[in-house]
């Protein structure tokens, strides 16, 4: 798929990002919006999943650790076909299947339920060892807040993960650089993260994270590394897309009213119209 082509997607998920989270009046828009185009290239570029069989057994996996983003997984689950684009604006109601953090038993294309921060990449690890137990070729993926990375399990599953050499997992970390209680840097700084997972026998590429080219090679490189695993850093930027939410801590997890969603919207409708005219 060519890059103009995921640049569109990405701006539909983005949108309906925005449309869940206002009609939830409630979630996590920031770290939703920097995870666009990292969800949207593995889904539609680099995973091999089918929408019509969702459990189908030779599928690559993927894990939101950061389950809070869920309106970012759920905007490009929708936009694959695993689920109906409309029901977007059940997110957290009373009801829904599109619970605030993703529940691998009702939602079609959910491998595993998340929200605990550092849990989901302990998870993913396990997946990856059985697959190389049971000698299948599926990879997983799994994707981690900076923030979250302060939590000593996601180090805990790396030190392993490297030890058994599982190079069919690929982690990509969200570095947008904020968290609930501002600058990560500031509040228990991760930094540098690249040199800690090289120390955790990890395969490391850092990248522009809404760079397409830099994404495709990124994926491509990890593919072809053989022994280790590989940790993708991302740079990002938090709620990237709507311009009052940008680099803005204070949208980690609150919900526009009816008057930011509408300037949200118009954004996002121009950033679309501007991708038509290339």
Known sequence: MENLELEKIANEVRKGIVTAVHSAKSGHPG???????????????????????????????????KGHVAPALYSVLAQKGFIPAEDLKTLRHTGSYLQGHPDMKHTPGIDMSSGSLGQGFS?????????????????????????????????????????????????????????????????????????KFEAFNFHVINIDGHNFDEIRAAFKEAKETKGMPTAIIAKTIKGKGVSFMENEASWHGSAPNDEQYAVAMAD???AGEALCQK
């Open 123 to 195: 998870a993913a690890a396990g997946m990856a060892m059985a697959a190389k137990l049971d000698n299948k070729d599926y990879r997983v993926y799994a994707l981690a807040g900076d923030g979250e990375i302060q939590e000593g399990q996601i180090w805990e599953a790396a030190m392993w993960a490297g030890f058994r050499k599982l190079d069919n997992l690929v982690l990509v970390v969200d570095n947008n650089g904020l968290q609930i209680d501002g600058n990560i840097a500031d509040v228990c700084s991760p930094y540098p993260i690249d040199k």
């Open 31 to 65: 770290g939703s919006l920097s995870a666009a185009d990292i969800l949207t290239y593995l889904y539609f570029e680099e995973m091999n999943v089918d929408p019509k069989n969702p459990k189908m057994a030779d599928r690559d996996r993927f894990v939101l650790s």
């Open 268 to 270: 996002l409708e121009k």
